[in-house]
């Protein structure tokens, strides 16, 4: 019978209402925002690069076989400028035709392809690391708009209790109105009042929505998913150490320019090699031989650039110059990373200073709306009077609730500034 009302349950009521019951929090977003995000896919494709430029590289030590051909007519020929008695000595034809079959082998290239293999390896993780710093720059927007909602749905509430505080005060000056106690324009002003928050309400409603799409957007998820959410626990350590993953950049890009000059070196390197080639053609290897012949031949080799006119030594010193460029950008970043931090922390000082007045306010703030509404009850103020305290206290309501979820963001936004979000 248990069963049979839980799959009526699950029948009546779709999945996403019942998912949204369940606390969302903070990291939940970021990292859903993250498996959304087109740029994910990248990691997989740099890794599917890296494969196939490898097993290219792995090709250096396998033979290298071309299949030749050629057919030429040239003016002249060698010949023997000799007659022997009872003797022809044969000559070439002008015409010759030649049919090969080329094969290199590489026995050592200088390290080469190792050198091209840590390339391309330094290569791909500068490029999985670049994306890396492109998911982190994600949970800035997914912050944002969390925190957003949250602000949101305070100011709601707040709005929901002013309502209310209204509709009693309308009840009250309504039978005052029918005892002829207070003059009609007095209730108008209270009315006035309560469309205007109404009004109000509908606009924080909207941009919830409209926050919560956004949200949405971002995670690949139902907006009923976020209809619970959680704020998180900050962390109030100010002395956060520095792990943004854009400094692993600037290493990664290091050691792609230190692969690359690797690279340069490794070509200067002597080279050894077999090679042989088998053909058949007219005349083949002799030269005396008129007529179409089988031939082949093997040997050893070697190359060495032994002079490149320091062109390997220049480049080296443009990649040197490189890396004191990325030097450059790595210490532009951590000045600028620092000039944040510092401005992080002057701000979460700030909003700490205003929270510990706010609840002063609100208390005062309370009282005086507490005595405008005896007076109001009484006639001795008027309802404009009544309204401009009550809007006091409920202004100082929401920046008690604003700086909390300002101070609670701040913190987040600080340790997101470091990397240690």
Known sequence: MKTIKLLFIALVFPVHLLMAQEAVTLEQCQNWARENHPTLKQLDLYQQILDLKNENNATS?????????????????????ISLPNMKIPTVDKDQYKFYLDLKQTIWDGGLSKAKELLNNAENAGNLQQTEVELYQVKEKVNQFFFTSFLIQENLKIMETKTETLNERRKLLESALNNGMVLS??????????????????????????????????????????????????????????????????????????????????????????????????????MLNNSFDTYYMVGLGFSWNVFDWKTTSRQKQIIKLQQDMVQTKQDAFVRNIDLATDQQNKQINQISELLKTDQQLITIRGRITKTSASKLENGTITTADYIQDLNAETTARLMLETHKIQLKEAWIKLANIRGNQ
């Open 61 to 81: 030590y396998l033979p290298q076989v071309n299949l030749n051909g050629q057919a030429t007519y040239q003016s002249d020929v060698t010949k023997i400028g």
């Open 185 to 286: 324009s007095e209730l108008d002003q209270l009315l006035a009042e309560l469309i205007k928050t109404e009004q109000t309400v509908i606009e924080l409603q909207s941009n919830k929505e409209t926050v919560l799409y956004a949200l949405s957007i971002l995670t690949g998820k139902t907006t009923e998913q976020f209809k619970n959410l959680v704020l998180p626990i900050e962390s109030t350590n100010a002395n956060l150490p520095l792990k943004r993953p854009e400094m692993d950049l600037f290493s990664k890009q290091n050691e792609l320019l230190s692969a690359n000059s690797d690279l340069l070196q490794k070509q200067r390197n002597p080279k050894l090699f077999g090679f042989g080639q088998a053909g058949y053609g007219k005349p083949g290897l002799n």
